[in-house]
């Protein structure tokens, strides 16, 4: 059996904007660093085997906060990204509603295809995160694993880990530094905790 805790980074100030991220590479906000320590603080007792993380500077500071500079391999990879949301980045959900008011209406419809110009579908995005949970069961199926991501891919990776079908990218939510974990089997995931933060509530 092998554990995967999953972290989404900390908190931007294009969290706290409301702005779209995807690829745009915003680093953490003050808030933002408390809450990866906050995480690191609750994780302390784990001694991660390989941790991952994409290479956005919100993730990579969230995950080297979390591993509290042990010895524990960091690899920061393109995969973890967050799916690409083109020209929606930088803006907020009002400002693109006004300036592109064709694609807000399509975007609102739970369409697997559905991309922004630039940007990618979340079916392209599901089967980019698919390839990287086969990978990573077939590295460290009995290892203790640490992915920090971003929360549209996250949700995919999950949805992949557990086999639920495409449609369930849209039955989760994940919150900024919020702890997911996952055990895994030869045959089978079980999920034991989803979108925790309990250890957020002292900033409450």
Partial sequence: MGSVYIVRHGETLWNAEGR?????????????????KMVERRLSGI????????????TTQTAQTILGGGDTPLNS?????????????????EE???KYPELYEASLINDPDFAPPGGETIRQ??????????SLRERHLNEDVLVVGHGGSLRSAIVALLGLPLEANWKFVMHNCALSLIRTYEDNAVMHLYNDTSHMRESD
């Fill in 20 to 36: 779209i991220q995807g690829h745009t590479d915003i680093e953490l906000s003050e808030r933002g660093r408390e809450q990866a």
């Fill in 77 to 93: 990879i393109p995969e973890l990204r967050e799916y690409n949301k083109g020209v929606f980045e930088g803006l907020t959900a």
């Fill in 47 to 58: 001694r991660f085997d390989v941790a991952y993380s994409s290479d956005m500077r919100r």
């Fill in 96 to 98: 693109y509603r006004q």
């Fill in 125 to 134: 995005c599901q089967a980019r995160m698919a390839g990287f949970v086969r």
